[in-house]
């Protein structure tokens, strides 16, 4: 039956399936009987519409498919990247680790360098020391070879005599 539009124009109407069909959604109604009269029409169209369908459900599951194998390897490449942060901050905190050693053995060498130094200073001091008390000690007995004839310089320096056979 066909039901004329309101602009006056021939052809199937929606309100016709609607009233003829009151259990199926008008809009899938509507479409699918325009499919299928463009199909029923001409048979070589048939095969076109079909052929489109069928590029449209392949083209459809390959999308899927690249979107779930788009998926696998996004996940993939973030645990890869958290391994790469995790062995990068791992790779810090050696390094940071091993610069502290080494400041720390530094530290330890210089104090250990100043600490040898002030006791070579100290036995250098007292070795000073000890030589100027023989020397004084030395000086004192001096004066006491004076009286017994000894030859000195005018500085007070003791002056050896060698003798030879």
């Not at 020397?135 to 500085?155: E, F, H, I, M, W």
């Amino acid at each position: 039956m066909k039901v004329p539009h309101r602009n006056g124009a021939s052809g199937w109407t929606r309100s016709w399936y609607v009233l003829s069909f009151p259990n199926i959604h008008p809009s899938f109604t509507a479409s699918q009987g325009k499919l299928s009269r463009a199909m029923r029409s001409y048979p070589s169209h048939a095969d076109i519409f079909t052929a489109a369908k069928d590029l449209c459900a392949s083209t459809i599951t390959e999308v899927e498919s690249g979107l779930a194998d788009q998926a696998e390897s996004d996940a993939a490449e973030r645990i890869r990247r958290q391994e790469e942060d995790r062995c990068k901050a791992e790779m810090e905190r050696i390094t940071a680790e091993c610069h502290e050693r080494e400041k720390r053995d530094r530290l330890k060498k210089i104090e250990q360098d100043r600490l040898d130094i002030e006791a070579a200073e100290r036995k250098l001091h007292l070795r000073k020391q000890s030589l100027s008390d023989a020397q004084k000690g030395a000086d004192a007995r001096d004066d006491d070879d004076d009286d017994n004839g000894s030859v000195s310089t005018p500085d007070r320096q003791p002056v050896c005599e060698i003798s030879t056979l």
